[in-house]
T-cell receptor, first 111, second 114 residues
Framework: EDKVVQSPLSLVVHEGDTVTLNCSYEVTNFRSLLWYKQEKKAPTFLFMLTSSGIEKKSGRLSSILDKKELFSILNITATQTGDSAIYLCAVGWDSSYKLIFGSGTRLLVRP | KAGVTQTPRYLIKTRGQQVTLSCSPISGHRSVSWYQQTPGQGLQFLFEYFSETQRNKGNFPGRFSGRQFSNSRSEMNVSTLELGDSALYLC?????????????FGQGTRLTVV
């Protein structure tokens, strides 16, 4: 059965800390892995990864995919209170036209 | 550029009733996906439409249905509501498919079944 597992489920850190969020998947005919940030209701796009070993970076956030070991990590450096949110990992596979989401990691950054 | 618009934002219904939710995608986007989000299950895929055709459907009972119009606006309908249907219903719009590119989510419709 296709599935996406995220860990940890929740995380509490202090401003300035660095965090690593994990996403592992089991999908046949993998197409893409996407990260989204959900602060209130509408998730917003962070990264899309399709190739192993190529880091995607945006400011303090970065992500990388390992297609051999079937996982991805999302790193956030120098965390800020505005980073507090649920981080969602989703995977798509060929001809499915759908995404399977993990349960998310709830990150709380304390001042 | 206007974002994804979902209406209504909040809805309270009683068991046994039916409900219709609407999603207007970003102009030019032809793919609309629907997801149900609950605290216990996370985001669960309902269906995806592209140019008025349903390309995939999630593992939900037949009470859940949807359609897409020629202007790409989409509706989903839930008949014979059950308490367990209480959830946040999100729609996502993308140019072709959410697998290949950024999808833009609406603010969702919060459905409460009492």
């Amino acid at each position: 059965e296709d599935k996406v597992v995220q860990s940890p489920l929740s995380l509490v850190v202090h401003e300035g800390d660095t965090v690593t969020l994990n996403c592992s998947y089991e999908v046949t005919n993998f197409r893409s892995l996407l990260w989204y940030k959900q602060e209130k209701k509408a998730p917003t796009f962070l990264f899309m990864l399709t190739s192993s070993g190529i880091e995607k970076k945006s400011g303090r956030l970065s992500s990388i995919l390992d297609k051999k070991e079937l996982f991805s990590i999302l790193n956030i450096t120098a965390t800020q209170t505005g980073d507090s949110a649920i981080y969602l990992c989703a995977v798509g596979w060929d001809s499915s036209y759908k995404l399977i989401f993990g349960s998310g990691t709830r990150l709380l950054v304390r001042p | 550029k206007a974002g994804v618009t979902q209406t209504p934002r909040y809805l309270i219904k009683t068991r046994g009733q039916q409900v219709t939710l609407s999603c207007s995608p970003i102009s030019g986007h032809r793919s609309v996906s629907w997801y149900q989000q609950t605290p216990g299950q996370g985001l669960q895929f309902l269906f995806e439409y592209f140019s008025e055709t349903q390309r995939n459907k999630g593992n939900f009972p037949g009470r859940f249905s949807g359609r897409q119009f020629s202007n790409s606006r989409s509706e989903m309908n839930v008949s014979t509501l059950e308490l367990g249907d209480s959830a946040l219903y999100l729609c996502a719009s993308s140019e072709e498919t959410a697998m290949n590119t950024e999808a833009f989510f609406g603010q969702g419709t919060r459905l409460t079944v009492v």
